[in-house]
């Protein structure tokens, strides 16, 4: 897949290198001199990887990552530091500072484009979700990229595939003084665990004595229930070809033999802030899409939610020729509630009232806020018989308690008034099913009030 890739180096001959090799292969090139012009091309949202050269003057290529993660607007995107330097302490140095990796002067062009690549694709997952996290804003549920980028990626819960014991040993020992690590030698039984367990990151040896290692790794990245967990595999300094490989299939990060301790922390580290941030994006798309369809006072589903759901719940009632009935709900004299004891003690009615309703409901019925103190529940599978029982239960749960007022300083006397109707052979939507409903509430505010009526065949 292509991507917009920043190039940033102060010799400009470095710079063209890159470029020539990126664009060889469709990439589309920026390029920049120093930090602080990249660090706005980043901010701007120009680019989709950053390829970073740690030796410029001015500000280095360390303060430059630093800076890029510890921004919630750009914490996303990966960063390749590219050196000449090859020093243990200076991988350790960049990966600390956030990068995703490290590629060595001279740069290897195989290597190069399988591990952009590789981030790029890592990337595309989360974009929609933040484009989406970004619209959350309005709902007003904080600020989820700053909360998903302070994570320090500690206290992981990781699963370790390796049948060499001297090495699983000391792999364990290294990464339990700041996570839990569980050990499994057999691959077949670490992939069940992994899907039933509750893994954030799971690191294979490639040198499993009887099966492929790059097999599992694969398998993890497809099952359902693992497609999110880190993967990272620990390699043979000449399984080159394999680490490729393993990249291309997804595997998110690899450790080569000898494994340095502190290389093995920070990747680990690097994968789980990841890896959270991504899970913390899709918890804020879930709850921003249910703050679209729920009713804030309430918290029952609101009239977009109904219109749209409902409309399908008839459609599957037609076609596998099911019952369907409505109740339409209507606290009595409700706006008696708010003139003498104020609007707070109105709202707490409302969600007392459909605290109520809620307990008498099933998980499938559909239990949405009409508008005001109206309440539409939608009853699938439900004979009209069924129907007006449950409305009668309801009514008598709201009537036999008093309502408490004033943060329980205060009780009053409440009642429902409910219209019952049920799918008949000639209804063309559910619509009318619900306009039923609605006139047999009418004639139980004329009948008196706190009654049940049912709707005129």
Same mark, same amino acid.
């Given at each position: 897949? !292509?991507?917009?890739?920043? =190039?940033?180096?102060?010799?400009?001959?470095?710079?063209?290198?890159?470029?020539?090799?990126?664009?060889?292969?469709?990439?589309?090139?920026?390029?920049?001199?120093? %930090?602080?012009?990249?660090?706005?091309?980043?901010?701007?949202?120009?680019?989709?990887?950053?390829?970073?050269?740690?030796?410029?003057?001015?500000?280095?290529?360390?303060?430059?990552?630093?800076?890029?993660?510890?921004?919630?607007?750009?914490?996303?995107?990966?960063?390749?530091?590219?050196? +000449?330097?090859?020093?243990?302490?200076?991988?350790?140095?960049?990966?600390?500072?956030?990068?995703?990796?490290?590629?060595?002067?001279?740069?290897?062009?195989?290597?190069?484009?399988?591990?952009?690549?590789?981030?790029?694709?890592?990337?595309?997952? !989360?974009?929609?979700?933040?484009?989406?996290?970004?619209?959350?804003?309005?709902?007003?549920?904080?600020d989820p990229l700053a909360a998903a980028a302070a994570d320090m990626g500690l206290n992981g819960r990781l699963l370790l595939v390796d049948d060499r014991r001297s090495?699983?040993?000391?792999?364990?020992?290294?990464? /339990? &003084?700041?996570?839990?690590?569980?050990?499994?030698?057999?691959?077949?039984? +670490?992939?069940?665990?992994? +899907?039933? %367990?509750?893994?954030?990151?799971?690191?294979?040896?490639? %040198?499993?004595?009887?099966?492929?290692?790059?097999?599992?790794?694969?398998?993890?990245?497809?099952?359902?229930?693992?497609?999110?967990?880190? =993967?990272?595999?620990?390699?043979?300094?000449?399984?080159?070809?394999?680490?490729?490989?393993?990249?291309?299939?997804?595997?998110?990060?690899?450790?080569?033999?000898?494994?340095?301790?502190?290389?093995?922390?920070?990747?680990?580290? !690097?994968?789980?802030?990841?890896?959270?941030?991504?899970?913390?994006?899709?918890?804020?798309v879930q709850a921003s899409m249910e703050l679209a369809v729920t009713d804030a006072l309430?918290?029952?589903?609101?009239?977009?939610?109904?219109?749209?759901?409902?409309?399908?719940?008839?459609?599957?009632?037609?076609?596998? /020729?099911?019952?369907?009935?409505?109740?339409?709900?209507?606290?009595?004299?409700?706006?008696?509630?708010?003139?003498?004891?104020?609007?707070?003690?109105?709202?707490?009615?409302?969600?007392?009232?459909?605290?109520?309703?809620?307990? &008498?409901?099933?998980?499938?019925?559909? =239990?949405?806020?009409?508008?005001?103190?109206?309440?539409?529940?939608?009853?699938?599978?439900?004979?009209?018989?069924?129907?007006?029982?449950?409305?009668?239960?309801?009514?008598?749960?709201?009537? %036999?308690?008093?309502? !408490?007022?004033?943060?329980?300083? &205060?009780?009053?006397?409440?009642?429902?008034?409910? /219209?019952?109707?049920?799918?008949?052979?000639?209804?063309?939507?559910?619509?009318?099913?619900?306009?039923?409903?609605?006139?047999?509430?009418?004639?139980?505010?004329?009948?008196?009030?706190?009654?049940?009526?049912?709707?005129?065949?």
């Amino acid at each position: 897949m !292509t991507a917009r890739v920043l =190039v940033v180096d102060d010799i400009f001959p470095n710079v063209k290198l890159l470029e020539t090799k990126l664009s060889a292969e469709y990439f589309e090139v920026l390029t920049a001199m120093n %930090g602080p012009d990249a660090l706005a091309i980043c901010e701007q949202g120009l680019c989709d990887i950053v390829l970073l050269d740690v030796m410029m003057p001015g500000m280095d290529g360390f303060e430059v990552c630093r800076r890029i993660k510890g921004n919630p607007s750009t914490a996303h995107l990966p960063v390749v530091m590219v050196t +000449a330097l090859d020093q243990p302490s200076d991988r350790l140095k960049g990966l600390d500072a956030g990068a995703d990796d490290f590629l060595t002067k001279p740069i290897d062009d195989v290597a190069l484009l399988a591990r952009v690549r590789s981030l790029v694709r890592l990337k595309a997952v !989360t974009d929609e979700l933040r484009s989406r996290v970004v619209a959350s804003r309005d709902y007003s549920i904080g600020d989820p990229l700053a909360a998903a980028a302070a994570d320090m990626g500690l206290n992981g819960r990781l699963l370790l595939v390796d049948d060499r014991r001297s090495s699983y040993e000391r792999l364990a020992a290294a990464l /339990g &003084q700041y996570h839990s690590v569980e050990v499994d030698p057999e691959p077949h039984q +670490a992939l069940v665990k992994a +899907a039933e %367990g509750e893994f954030e990151l799971v690191l294979v040896s490639l %040198g499993l004595r009887d099966f492929d290692g790059l097999r599992l790794c694969s398998q993890i990245r497809s099952l359902e229930r693992t497609r999110h967990v880190a =993967v990272v595999m620990i390699a043979e300094a000449d399984d080159r070809p394999r680490i490729l490989r393993g990249l291309d299939i997804g595997v998110h990060d690899f450790l080569v033999r000898p494994v340095d301790r502190n290389e093995l922390l920070a990747r680990v580290r !690097t994968q789980l802030r990841r890896k959270r941030f991504a899970d913390k994006l899709r918890e804020s798309v879930q709850a921003s899409m249910e703050l679209a369809v729920t009713d804030a006072l309430t918290g029952l589903h609101n009239r977009r939610y109904l219109d749209g759901h409902l409309a399908a719940m008839f459609s599957d009632a037609v076609r596998r /020729g099911r019952h369907l009935s409505l109740l339409v709900l209507d606290i009595d004299r409700f706006k008696r509630v708010n003139d003498t004891y104020g609007h707070d003690a109105g709202d707490e009615v409302l969600r007392e009232f459909a605290n109520r309703i809620r307990a &008498q409901t099933r998980g499938i019925d559909l =239990v949405a806020r009409y508008g005001g103190e109206e309440v539409v529940v939608a009853l699938p599978d439900t004979t009209f018989e069924g129907a007006h029982a449950l409305a009668e239960r309801i009514r008598e749960r709201v009537e %036999g308690s008093p309502f !408490t007022i004033h943060r329980g300083a &205060q009780s009053i006397h409440v009642t429902v008034s409910v /219209g019952v109707s049920a799918r008949q052979a000639a209804d063309a939507s559910a619509g009318d099913i619900l306009k039923r409903a609605d006139l047999a509430l009418y004639r139980a505010k004329e009948a008196g009030r706190n009654r049940v009526v049912a709707a005129a065949a």
